[in-house]
């Protein structure tokens, strides 16, 4: 079966940095274009990134270019986001999604709350 585990997340203060991990099994995970996308409160899913399969290309929204790195390790079948300069509105759950265009499965989701 095609499992996306998540991990990390939680509470940081505004300016802080935090690293999200997706552990993939079940698929051959280095064949997969990958994405992170985030639900804030109260709000719809919000694409934050993409990364290509062999992780020479990656995409942003603008909302995030410049302060999240997305990136994978494929020996080790995992994706991350690496989060910087974190900002109130980046308070969401997180999600990582298998995929493109279609998002074909989807991790549990993990909580990111920015706040001092």
């Known amino acids: 079966q095609v499992h996306l585990v998540q991990s990390g997340g939680g509470l940081v203060q505004p300016g802080g940095s935090l690293r999200l991990s997706c552990s993939a099994s079940g698929f051959t995970f280095s064949m997969y274009w990958m994405n992170w996308v985030r639900q804030a409160p109260g709000k719809g899913l919000e694409w934050v990134s993409t990364?290509?399969?062999?992780?020479?290309?990656?995409y942003y929204a603008d909302s995030v270019k410049g302060r999240f790195i997305i990136s994978r390790d494929n020996a080790k079948n995992t994706l991350y986001l690496q989060m910087n300069s974190l900002m109130h509105e980046d308070t969401a759950v997180y999600y990582c999604?298998?995929?493109?265009?279609?998002?074909?499965?989807w991790g549990q989701g993990t909580q990111v709350i920015v706040s001092s």
């Open positions: 990364i290509e399969s062999a992780g020479d290309t990656t």
């Open positions: 999604a298998k995929g493109v265009p279609y998002y074909t499965c």
